[in-house]
T-cell receptor, first 114, second 110 residues
Framework: KAGVTQTPRYLIKTRGQQVTLSCSPISGHRSVSWYQQTPGQGLQFLFEYFSETQRNKGNFPGRFSGRQFSNSRSEMNVSTLELGDSALYLC?????????????FGEGSRLTVL | GQQVMQIPQYQHVQEGEDFTTYCNSSTTLSNIQWYKQRPGGHPVFLIQLVKSGEVKKQKRLTFQFGEAKKNSSLHITATQTTDVGTYFCAGVDSSYKLIFGSGTRLLVRP
C-alpha cells in the first residue's frame, strides 16, 4: 500500500511569507503528527491530529498551525516565516494515536527561508 | 517540560565493533519507541518497549527499557556498514505526547 505522501518536497520562501505543507497518511490511518527536524535540535514535535481533532501540541509559537480533514489528510501552515523556520518538516501517520505504536514517516518537506 | 536526552551525539566505530546509545528521561515514560534514520532518509520504526525491565532483540540489535521506565538503550553487536544512520529514541510522556531524543549518529568505518 502507498506510504505517507508529503508535498511539496522542497520549497524556498522569503521572510514574512507564509507556507502550507500537505500530508496524505497511509490509507486507514487516523492519526497524523508533524515534526520539525533541524541539525541542532533533532525532531521537535509540532502537533498531532486524530480524527480531525488536535490531540496534542508542542511548544511552538502560534505562527504554526495545522488541521486535519475528514479523509485524514492534514495540512500545516506557518505564517510570517522567519529564517529559523528553515528545516525539514516531517509528517507521520499511525492507525492509533502516536503514543500507542509505530509511526510511518513521509519523506518530508524541506523548507528554506531566505 | 518533558525532555528525553540521548547520548552520545556521535559515535564512529570500526566495522565489527559494538555500539550502544542511551536514552534518559526526566520523568517516567509509559512506553518508548526506537527509530532509525538513514542519511537523507526519513525515520523508520524499529521497535516499541512497554514493560518495565523489558528486553527485546532483533538479530544484532538489543533494546532495553529500564526498571524505572526512565531510561532505555539500544545495543548493536558487531556493527556493519548498513547500520550507518541516526538512531532516535522517542518516549511517551504523561500527556501522551511522543517526545523524541536528540539522536545518536552512527558512522561505521569499513
Amino acid at each position: 500500500k502507498a506510504g505517507v505522501t508529503q508535498t511539496p518536497r522542497y520549497l524556498i520562501k522569503t521572510r514574512g511569507q507564509q507556507v502550507t505543507l500537505s500530508c496524505s497518511p497511509i490509507s486507514g490511518h487516523r492519526s497524523v503528527s508533524w515534526y520539525q527536524q533541524t541539525p541542532g535540535q533533532g525532531l521537535q514535535f509540532l502537533f498531532e491530529y486524530f480524527s480531525e481533532t488536535q490531540r496534542n501540541k508542542g511548544n511552538f509559537p502560534g505562527r504554526f498551525s495545522g488541521r486535519q480533514f475528514s479523509n485524514s489528510r492534514s495540512e500545516m501552515n506557518v505564517s510570517t516565516l522567519e529564517l529559523g523556520d528553515s528545516a525539514l518538516y516531517l509528517c507521520a501517520s499511525s492507525y492509533g494515536t502516536t503514543n500507542t505504536g509505530e509511526l510511518f514517516f513521509g519523506e518530508g518537506s524541506r523548507l528554506t527561508v531566505l | 517540560g518533558q525532555q528525553v536526552m540521548q547520548i552520545p551525539q556521535y559515535q564512529h566505530v570500526q566495522e565489527g565493533e559494538d555500539f550502544t546509545t542511551y536514552c534518559n528521561s526526566s520523568t517516567t515514560l509509559s512506553n518508548i519507541q526506537w527509530y532509525k534514520q538513514r542519511p537523507g532518509g526519513h525515520p523508520v520504526f524499529l521497535i516499541q518497549l512497554v514493560k518495565s525491565g523489558e528486553v527485546k532483540k532483533q538479530k544484532r540489535l538489543t533494546f532495553q527499557f529500564g526498571e524505572a521506565k526512565k531510561n532505555s538503550s539500544l545495543h548493536i553487536t558487531a556493527t556493519q556498514t548498513t547500520d550507518v544512520g541516526t538512531y532516535f529514541c522517542a518516549g511517551v510522556d504523561s500527556s501522551y505526547k511522543l517526545i523524541f531524543g536528540s539522536g545518536t549518529r552512527l558512522l561505521v568505518r569499513p
